[in-house]
């Protein structure tokens, strides 16, 4: 991959969906003013402060393409405001946390960045459409067809995970949870479609593992949000009030050992990752200077005070009276944590997947040396047990995941009946011929698990030897749908079992 191909196909994107050409340039100056931000260093000046190291050569650009001076951007990041009973106190910053306020401040900008793209993107492509009657007008835009891409990252298992390993592997456990329901409502409506008895049927659900995570007061989630707010709250403070709250949770691992590293396991869908409770409540807090946002408003470049005021507006849900008395309390922006953010977020993309007819698609990469002809089985098995196929497999294989239409059911297991069944449809119809054959092969099915018992020396009870009869279908595995033949996963194994050996022995007696 060129670079500079990229560019040109990120430029002539930009151009595609009506991108401003001077919108585009100051774009490009914030991303690479936000660049040569992340290059800058700090001095120590005097007892407890510091200031921003003149002689670093990432500092001219960034004063450039940001459009501010040198003072507005020390002021910025070290020193900060504190406004009491009317008075304000300003309050130096050390090296650390000079250097903390910076990479708050690059994220927090990239990520409004990123946002005001999408919102130009969302701006570009929305429908707009005119009628001279309003009702028409209406009644078709609550009707327009819409059609969104939803690229999911895959499950994440590293030596180390931390918090954005949690964050990553609880909306996969989300998205997973609504793929089952998904393909059990789609089984539900192809059972009913054909008259299927499916009640019986008990779909894998993963919410005691959201619960473990999302839920209120003993979530893991929840008990970092809680350690955020107190006074004097650290991460082994954190660890323990989940060893203590998340013990019993079956779904929930902490040993010895990890205890004493501040460790924890969660047991999701795709298999047990254990978590480092490090910097847990540092990422979860996210905190931004409120010097920072008025730092971006006296830019001179258009986009950066616009990303200013869109920091400014607080995500949580709380009055503006209480928002103004958190501003003052403290010298960042009272903006909500990043776990309730990111909650909030995918609980909103849950609700809108609900009101859509979802079509999934895995993608897989052979190898991770990107060269042709080389199959790698170790990582497609990973692959395909993080991307969630093997458990999709398995919800699958809960009910019926065998299926035939009564032609094809006829094709391939007439040879299994003594009846002469090709002829008769005919004259009967496929789906009685369909009837007949099912019959005699529940039988075949049930002897030959019977058989089996008996090899493995189980010996039936009568209520059992009765649930077994030819005449319970749905014990046997099999059932007659209208326009279909339904086979559980073991007497679809033993159909093909006796199937294969009749033709073995055909093939002997031609021989």
Known sequence: VKDLDTWCD????????????????????????????????????????????????????TLS??????????????????????????????????????????????GALFKYIVGLVNESITVKQ???????????????????????????????????????????????????????????REYEREGIEWAFITFPDNQDVLDLIEKKHTGILSILDEQCRLAKCTDHSFASATYEKCSEHPHFDSTHSQKVNGQFSVMHYAGEVEYDSASFLEKNKDELPKESTDFLM???????????????????????????????????LSRGTVGSQFTSQLRQ??????????????????????????????????????????????????????RYVHSMFIQRYRVLSKQQLLRQTKWRGEKDVCHSLVNDLASMIMESQSLGDVEKNVTDTPSKIKQRSPDNLIAVGIQLGKTKVFLRRHAFETLEDLRTRKFALASTMIQ
């Open 10 to 61: 990120l430029r002539k994107a930009m151009n595609t969906l009506g991108f401003d050409p001077i919108a585009q340039k100051d774009i490009m100056k914030v991303t690479c003013a936000l660049l040569h931000a992340s290059n800058l260093s700090f001095l120590e000046k005097g007892c407890e402060a510091s200031e921003v190291d003149c002689s670093n050569p990432s500092l001219p650009p």
């Open 65 to 110: 393409l940001m459009g501010v001076s040198s003072q507005i951007l020390n002021k910025a990041l070290c020193t900060s405001t504190i406004e009491a009973r009317g008075e304000k106190l300003i309050k130096n910053k050390t090296v650390q946390q000079a250097t903390k306020a910076l990479e708050a401040l690059i994220k927090a900008t990239y």
């Open 130 to 188: 005119s009628y001279e009657d309003d009702d028409v007008a209406n009644w078709r835009g609550n009707r327009l067809a819409v059609i969104g891409l939803l690229d999911i990252f895959g499950f994440e298992r590293f030596a180390v995970n931390s918090f954005e390993q949690l964050c990553i592997n609880y909306c996969n456990e989300t998205l997973q949870q609504q793929f089952n329901r998904f393909v059990f409502k789609m089984e539900q």
């Open 298 to 332: 006296s830019s001179s470049n258009p986009i950066l005070p616009i990303l200013g005021r869109m920091l400014s507006e607080m995500s949580c849900d709380t009055p503006p009276k209480q928002q103004q008395q958190q501003r003052n309390k403290s010298s960042s």
């Open 349 to 402: 993309l849950r609700e809108r997947i609900e009101l859509t007819s979802p079509h999934y698609v895995r993608c897989l990469k052979p190898n991770d040396e990107l060269v042709p002809d080389k199959f790698d089985h170790f990582s497609i098995s990973n692959q395909l047990r993080c991307a969630g196929v093997l458990e999709a497999v398995r919800v699958s294989r809960v009910g019926y995941p065998q």
